[in-house]
């Protein structure tokens, strides 16, 4: 069973366009929410979190909301760049104490110049 | 910065040898982990440790054992390595409930 989901593999935006990546989730104990970007061949990097607390976190470019009724988040990209371009896997916690993460599946981002 | 470091970038072996991944963190964490990574299933947890000698089981633990001796250090251990481990794997750490930083990860092929 699928606790986080990532329904779109793939995702193609022109440059300087905003990117929307979407992440589902099942499992209302879930309180903190993260973004990894992974580009081939390198480990996932950390891009952004967002706590149950709030419905809104912002990094410069990259911004996630999160609609806890809906138990949906989205990453944002503003403007896309090339450099963009990689995995990006959401990824869920805060069920067991234990700092586990679940991840969902991943959505490829190819940005276009 | 933190770092995660893993013994091996691209590892061959073939079907029934014993295989030792090896994972280093720099930053005291206390929390390690081992995933694996495969096309369409995005990352799935192994086994995690919590503290030295302290291991959980993940989602996936089946045909993996894994050894925390000392606090930096995290070993994944294929007992009989087959085909179907053929997979990209990854180390993170933690400290806390903070976030998990992740290895350069090691591209296992199993023939």
């Known amino acids: 069973d699928q606790q986080v989901k990532q329904n779109s593999p793939s995702l193609s935006v022109q440059e300087g366009r905003i990117s929307i990546l979407n992440c589902d989730y099942t499992?209302?104990?879930?309180?903190?929410f993260l973004w990894y970007k992974k580009y081939p061949a390198e480990g996932p990097t950390f891009l952004i979190s967002?706590?149950?607390?709030?419905d809104k976190n912002e990094d410069g470019r990259f911004t996630v909301f999160l609609n806890k009724s809906a138990k949906h988040l989205s990453l944002h990209i503003v403007p896309s760049q090339p450099g963009d371009s990689a995995v990006y896997f959401c990824?869920?916690?805060?069920?067991?104490?234990?700092?586990?993460?679940?991840f969902g599946t991943g959505t490829r981002l190819k940005v276009l110049a | 910065d933190v770092k995660v470091t893993q013994s091996s970038r691209y590892l061959v072996k073939r079907t029934g040898e014993k295989v030792f991944l090896e994972c280093v963190q720099d930053?005291?964490?206390?929390?390690m982990f081992w995933y694996r990574q495969d096309p369409g299933l995005g990352l799935r947890l192994i086994y995690f440790?919590?503290?030295?000698?302290?291991?959980e089981k993940g989602d996936i633990p089946e045909g993996y054992s894994v050894s925390r001796e000392k606090k930096e250090r995290f070993s994944l251990i294929l007992e009989s390595a087959s085909t179907n481990q053929t997979s990209m794997y990854l180390c993170?750490?933690?400290?806390?409930?903070?976030?998990?930083?992740f290895g350069p990860g090691t591209r296992l092929l199993v023939l």
């Open positions: 930053m005291d964490h206390e929390n």
């Open positions: 967002i706590s149950s607390i709030k």
């Open positions: 440790s919590y503290d030295v000698k302290m291991k």
């Open positions: 993170a750490s933690s400290s806390g409930g903070e976030t998990q930083y």
């Open positions: 499992n209302s104990m879930f309180d903190y």
């Open positions: 990824a869920a916690s805060g069920t067991s104490g234990t700092y586990k993460y679940i």
